[in-house]
């Protein structure tokens, strides 16, 4: 295919993709946006004001960084791991498998659809946090980076997952078991200040935790850790998640029999 | 001429080690109608399945009008259009955006992918249903639907996969006329069925296939040469203990009272019965031997694959 050919084949899917998490958006758009805003009243605002101060900023400005963080990465990961899996369920990932589009543009096609879906929840979500704290972004091109680099990130996961899912159960294990508690326990709610030294070793491992510091670095101008190391550590993931979805995608691993 | 579709050696082992395809050859000719056939399991979808690269061949080659699948795969591509045995389109999307969506995998323009996805939906009486989730389309316009989705890129090579299963017989026959309009207009056509009448009316030249091996690849004339004779059996009056060497017709004694003889269609029933007149053998009854497609499918089938 040339050039044209392959980018009427990349905005034929994206706006698919699209279409589909605007045409279901009571489950797809609402949820995290109603989940968010109570993360934003009960530790924001109730809990927060006795938590006083948290690294130098109020614990509602502390939080805010890290639970937008929360929902364009769960968006962008469960918008390409619902939307890729239904294909392959439905079996109609077929009508792209047999059309003449490479794999990349496959792919990535469908990691910018969670791309947007994740940027969308992000910007909604941004939008009800400044009704609850003063938002100021001290590096906008830092946060922007950190932002779009994370929901690739977390897209293609989406699209590993949904790859080797055999079931709907499949589909939520990784979210439930290994992205929240790893969101969690990343820094959303607590500056790793406050943790034992231990404790705080074991959290350098969890790749959340260099996100979420780079995001609040982003946004406040202060984190945790070091920023440079968390971009490489982002850009890393990604490239070893693009390359490996990829190789699934060319020797047709679950996608052909 | 041109060579439409060319498979060579080809062979697919499934994951669970069910050897589907042992080696087959054929070769379908542009403009051809051709029909591949066999039982339940023979492996007619697993070749499908290679050809349109939805399975991975274990071995073997397959070239569309000489574009190798493996190292020539978006011409390749280009030239094919499939119609799969089970439905496989989003049951959520409407039959309009299932088509431009179709296009658009192909790289054809919106405006294009419009205009097309009008004239198949019209072509196979669906423009009505353009807006309506696909899931509620009745079993026989999912199938139409499949049929214009695999023509929207204008393939040169259509192949479709039981195309009228649990199809009206209404229904089928439109299809047939719209299927044979297309052949006509130069589109080369493969086609399985399970439904030999469908075969006989509309192909051209037929490969049968059996336990993952072609049992027989010749043109539907030749096989129906085939069916140029037929059997009758004779039940005779008289006691006979040998068949009567009837010159000219192949005779063989089923029992005392009851001989097989093969007729051809050169020959009359008058000749055969003055032999037996003459062997003062008397007839009491007579029937055709079913000797339809039907049995000689039956016969290449059961033959033991080599
Ligand atoms: N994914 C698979 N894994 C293992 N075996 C398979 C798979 N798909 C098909 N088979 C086996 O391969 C053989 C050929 O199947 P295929 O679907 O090609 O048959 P078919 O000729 O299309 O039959 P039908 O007329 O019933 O559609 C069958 O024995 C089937 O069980
Ligand atoms: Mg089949």
Redesign the pocket.
Known sequence: MNLTEQWIAFSTILSREIKRFMRIWMQTLLPPVITITLYFIIFGSLIGARIGEMGGFSYMEFVVPGLIMMAVITNSYSNVVSSFYGAKFQRFVEELLVSPTPNYIVLWGVVMGGVCRGLLVGLIVTIVATFFADLRVESPLLTITIVLMTSVLFSLAGFINAVFANSFDDISIVPTFVLTPLIYLGGVFYSTELLPEFWAGVSQLNPMLYIVNAFRHGVLGVSDINIELALIIVAGFTVVAYSYAMHLLNSGKRLR? | MTVALSIKQLSKT???G?Q?LKGIDFEVKEGDFFALL??????????I?IICSLVNKTGGQVEVFGYDIDSDFPMAKKQLGVVP?EFNFNNFEKPLDILIHQAGYYGIPRKLAEERSEFYLKKLGLWDKRDTPSRNLSGGMKRRLMIARALIHEPKLLIL??PTAGVDIEMRRSMWAFLQEINAQGTTIIL?T?YLEEAESLCKNIAI?NH?VIAENTSMRTLLQKLHQMVFVIDVKTSLEHAPVLSGFDCVLVDKQTIEVVVQQSQSLNELFALLSEQQIEVASLRNKTNRLEELFVDLVAKPSA
Do not use: R
């Not at chain 2, 066999?38 to 070749?47: F, H, R, V």
């Open positions: 029999q | 499934y994951n669970n069910f589907a066999g039982p339940n399991g023979a492996g007619k979808s697993t070749t399945g045995q996969d039981e399985t399970h296939i993952g």
